[in-house]
């Protein structure tokens, strides 16, 4: 196990955090830890607030790492576990950091954005950017392995997204496919300027920088429209 801790330490480290942020929440909240109000003072997003209080902005990040319920947290810490340890094996962990929020704050940047009234959290906006980061660079590069790797997340990503629409199409929405859409986005896009660790991503240096500015552009936008 420590070895395996050494060898994925980014990963191991953000379901860790992840893992305490939930249990103080069912400590602090018991029996209602699912409730808006719990979510919200423990860090989730709720984009009228950060309207209000420009200081509120670190919602952007926080709600990366609260969960509402355990079917919440275990769905998101497995695909976590194992997509996380793919994406950190080809970043290294400093830059699989990055990589990670910045998907999340995109997808959250987009909540604040279109849903200013909803209260979510979760780190699906940063996980289906990992998804996306690894298609991306599977696709562009030459390696057979991240290809065929890059093939089976992107058959899981619009699966997702299939279901992620018919939750929308129920009348009764639970999942945020606005944050899921965009942190998909986020991450395509930190996958195409951020280097890789282990492979030569083959990537021009224009379309990086191309990326780079996409994803100031989208994301710093969207706040500033926001909150302006």
Do not use: C
């Amino acid at each position: 196990m420590l070895k395996d801790f050494k060898k994925y330490p980014a990963t191991y480290s953000l379901l860790t955090l992840t893992l305490l942020v939930f249990l103080a929440l069912q400590l602090v909240y018991f029996g209602e830890a699912t409730s808006s109000l719990a979510i919200y003072n423990f860090g989730g997003m709720f984009g009228r607030a950060v309207q209000y209080d420009h200081g509120q902005i670190w919602r952007l990040i926080s709600p990366i790492f609260v969960h509402i319920g355990w079917e919440h947290l275990i769905f998101n810490g497995v695909t976590l576990y194992f997509v996380g340890r793919i994406a950190e094996d080809l970043w290294g962990p400093g830059k699989f950091l990055i990589l990670y929020l910045l998907a999340g704050l995109m997808g959250n940047a987009a909540t604040l954005f279109f849903t200013p009234t909803v209260v979510s959290a979760g780190a699906s906006t940063s996980l289906f950017g990992l998804f996306a980061a690894v298609v991306i660079v599977g696709y562009i590069g030459n390696n057979s392995v991240l290809k065929q790797v890059g093939r089976q997340f992107l058959i899981l990503i619009l699966l997702n997204l299939a279901f992620n629409l018919m939750d929308l199409l129920s009348g009764h929405p639970s999942i945020s496919i606005v944050g899921h859409f965009w942190g998909l986005i986020g991450g395509g896009l930190v996958a195409l300027f951020l280097p890789m660790k282990r492979y030569r991503s083959g990537i021009p240096v224009s379309l990086k920088i191309t990326a780079l500015i996409a994803y100031l552009v989208f994301s710093l936008g969207m706040i500033y429209l926001a909150i302006s």
